[in-house]
């Protein structure tokens, strides 16, 4: 309620002569008149970016959230493999290491970010009633976002060394976290630009229509990104010692300097296209092979494709560019699940 008594001392304010204003709360039909429209708006704005901090990291954006690290904790690595893992992004050293490096994470746009919440009844031909009802969320991104990885590492996780219980339950202990102090980095930080996107999410009932045909969908995305979706910075590395008596081999990097993406036969926008569902059973979408379930992903329309200055191994090895015409991923599932 504190937000509708901060808007209703507003407009008091706004429309009220006399010199003294009373404070009360706004029911929704009251904050309609106000507004013009029911709802609530809500404006997140990042802080804003110093010119030592702009400099520092490379962006020309005036407002940034920075994160130092993010840690996905894998408790029972896999089969063969004895302990837990630890996937970590941003500055690893946030994440016990202490002797590593890295840059941390970023999202940065120049205009905030706009939230807009309603309610309905599911209501859609007039006198037809409402029996399935949703909660409406638009979200509105900066026509600038630049999204900062930070370096990628592989560690072992302290999480792994909690205590079991009975049968082998894990006993889970919050205060137990961090890393083991043996990072390697994997990739290297990339920027991800994909400004000017809007993202509609439907919860509860969902009616508004997905990528397939005949599809409803909780999240939708749509909007045109002028000039692409641009990766920069793309390195996987190997971070084994090239050692050929040990039978070692690594050391090298796999590179794309940039990666961009634009709709079929264009080389000024990419159209956004695609659908995000929380779902119970994938099986049906992946034809049985799925198991369980997770976050389906479905992606729409078709796309060209341009990876610059490929690298193999070294800098000195250089393959070119690579270029895939007319990429045609429409009604694609992708499923994002855990094990």
């Given at each position: 309620?504190?937000?509708?008594?901060?808007?209703?001392?507003?407009?008091?304010?706004?429309t009220?002569?006399?010199?003294?204003?009373?404070?009360?709360?706004m029911?929704?039909?009251?904050?309609?008149?106000?507004?013009?429209?029911?709802?609530?708006?809500?404006?997140?704005?990042?802080?804003?970016?110093?010119?030592?901090?702009?400099?520092?990291?490379?962006?020309?954006?005036?407002?940034?959230?920075?994160?130092?690290?993010?840690?996905?904790?894998?408790?029972?690595?896999?089969?063969?493999?004895?302990?837990?893992?630890?996937?970590?992004?941003?500055?690893?050293?946030?994440?016990?290491v202490?002797?590593?490096?890295g840059?941390?994470?970023?999202i940065f746009?120049?205009?905030?970010?706009?939230?807009?919440?309603?309610?309905?009844?599911?209501?859609?031909?007039?006198?037809?009633?409402?029996?399935?009802?949703?909660?409406?969320?638009?979200?509105?991104?900066?026509?600038?976002?630049?999204?900062?990885?930070?370096?990628?590492?592989?560690?072992?996780?302290?999480?792994?060394?909690?205590?079991?219980?009975?049968?082998?339950?894990?006993?889970?202990?919050?205060?137990?976290?961090?890393?083991?102090?043996?990072?390697?980095?994997?990739?290297?930080?990339?920027?991800?630009?994909?400004?000017?996107?809007?993202?509609?999410?439907?919860?509860?009932?969902?009616?508004?229509?997905?990528?397939?045909?005949?599809?409803?969908?909780?999240?939708?995305?749509?909007?045109?990104?002028?000039?692409?979706?641009?990766?920069?910075?793309?390195?996987?590395?190997?971070?084994?010692t090239?050692?050929?008596?040990?039978?070692?081999?690594g050391?090298?990097d796999?590179?794309?300097?940039?990666?961009?993406?634009?709709?079929?036969?264009?080389?000024?926008?990419?159209?956004?296209?695609?659908a995000?569902?929380?779902?119970?059973?994938?099986?049906?979408?992946?034809?049985?092979?799925a198991?369980?379930?997770?976050?389906?992903?479905?992606?729409?329309?078709?796309?060209?494709?341009?990876?610059?200055?490929?690298?193999?191994?070294?800098?000195?090895?250089?393959?070119g560019?690579?270029?895939?015409?007319?990429?045609?991923?429409?009604?694609?599932?992708?499923?994002?699940?855990?094990?």
């Amino acid at each position: 309620m504190k937000l509708f008594t901060q808007l209703a001392l507003v407009s008091a304010i706004a429309t009220c002569g006399s010199a003294a204003y009373a404070m009360q709360s706004m029911d929704d039909a009251a904050l309609s008149d106000t507004t013009g429209q029911d709802g609530i708006t809500i404006l997140i704005g990042p802080p804003t970016l110093s010119a030592a901090q702009k400099t520092a990291l490379g962006v020309t954006q005036t407002n940034g959230i920075l994160i130092d690290a993010a840690v996905l904790h894998d408790k029972d690595g896999f089969a063969g493999s004895l302990g837990g893992g630890a996937i970590i992004l941003g500055n690893a050293s946030k994440a016990n290491v202490g002797n590593a490096t890295g840059v941390g994470m970023g999202i940065f746009g120049s205009t905030a970010i706009s939230v807009k919440i309603d309610a309905s009844n599911g209501q859609i031909a007039t006198g037809t009633g409402g029996t399935k009802p949703i909660l409406n969320v638009a979200i509105g991104l900066p026509t600038d976002l630049l999204i900062r990885t930070g370096d990628i590492w592989v560690d072992g996780s302290a999480r792994a060394n909690i205590a079991t219980g009975a049968a082998g339950a894990v006993v889970s202990n919050a205060a137990t976290g961090g890393t083991t102090g043996n990072a390697v980095k994997i990739l290297n930080s990339m920027d991800i630009a994909l400004g000017g996107a809007t993202m509609n999410i439907q919860l509860g009932n969902t009616q508004q229509s997905g990528v397939t045909l005949g599809q409803t969908t909780m999240i939708k995305m749509t909007g045109s990104i002028a000039n692409g979706l641009t990766i920069s910075g793309i390195k996987l590395r190997d971070a084994n010692t090239f050692n050929p008596t040990a039978g070692q081999f690594g050391g090298g990097d796999l590179g794309v300097s940039t990666l961009t993406v634009f709709d079929a036969g264009s080389t000024t926008k990419l159209t956004l296209s695609a659908a995000i569902d929380v779902v119970a059973d994938a099986d049906a979408i992946f034809n049985g092979v799925a198991g369980n379930g997770g976050l389906v992903v479905t992606v729409g329309g078709n796309n060209d494709i341009m990876m610059q200055n490929v690298t193999l191994g070294s800098s000195g090895s250089t393959l070119g560019d690579l270029q895939l015409i007319n990429v045609q991923t429409n009604g694609t599932h992708i499923a994002i699940q855990g094990h």
